[in-house]
């Protein structure tokens, strides 16, 4: 149990459903083996996704889950239909293939385009997989490839990692735990503000009201 789902259980605040994080990639990134090996802490033996895979995944701190789309060529028109409602995307490369790296560039951007409402704040967080391979793409490498440092508005990060050992996976969500809290904290501060306003726009309108009454009563005085 994350840290804020333990406060809100343990003091009975409202508990917030989970947030939904969608992981994409091209076919064969190791999207399953990655989401397994965080889930289970081992590598089971996996099967190309051809829907999703489902998952509920923990972190120090945050609980959510994750909606593992199957990358086959096919299957990338549909991963539209699964944005709804996400706060952040796990973008998986096959950091090896070098040969598809422009290939994943533009479905990312597809992704994270204009005409995609859903995910116009979802966060970002890019697994540099398969780092153990010799002729492997480094973080610096894929972030230039992906043209990650031309997003604006969006918290994003890189994370080089190795599904299969695990190494990375951690650091990742912890990254993306922290990027969900903050985002969470900013709605929690727009709510604060908004009721802030609200309090001092009745404020101001009683105000006025007590005014305009005192003017009242004294033209009415005046006629006495």
Wanted: glycine share 8%.
């Amino acid at each position: 149990m994350g840290l804020i789902s333990f406060m809100q259980h343990a003091f009975g605040l409202p508990q917030k459903p989970a947030p939904r994080i969608i992981v994409l990639g091209l076919d064969a990134a190791g999207k399953t083996t990655m989401l397994y090996q965080i889930k289970l802490g081992k590598v089971i033996e996996t099967i190309p996704t051809i829907g999703m895979n489902v998952e509920s995944l923990e972190s120090k701190r945050l609980s959510f889950t994750a909606w593992d789309v199957g990358g086959r060529t096919k299957i990338r028109a549909l991963w539209r239909h699964y944005f709804k409602g996400a706060e952040g995307l796990i973008f998986v490369v096959d950091c090896n293939d070098r040969d598809r790296i422009g290939d994943a560039c533009h479905e990312l951007e597809m992704v994270l385009s204009d005409d995609m409402d859903d995910m116009k704040e979802a966060v970002l967080l890019v697994f540099a997989n398969k780092q153990d391979l010799p002729n492997a793409m480094t973080a610096s490498e894929v972030t230039s490839e992906l043209g990650l440092h031309g997003l604006q508005h969006r918290q994003w990060h890189v994370q080089p990692s190795c599904a299969t050992s695990g190494k990375g996976l951690s650091e990742g969500i912890d990254w993306l735990s922290s990027a969900l809290m903050r985002k969470q904290a900013g709605y929690l501060e727009d709510d604060e503000a908004n009721g802030l306003n609200e309090q001092l726009a009745q404020t101001s309108s009683l105000k006025a009201l007590g005014s305009r009454s005192l003017m009242s009563a004294k033209f009415l005085t005046s006629l006495l």
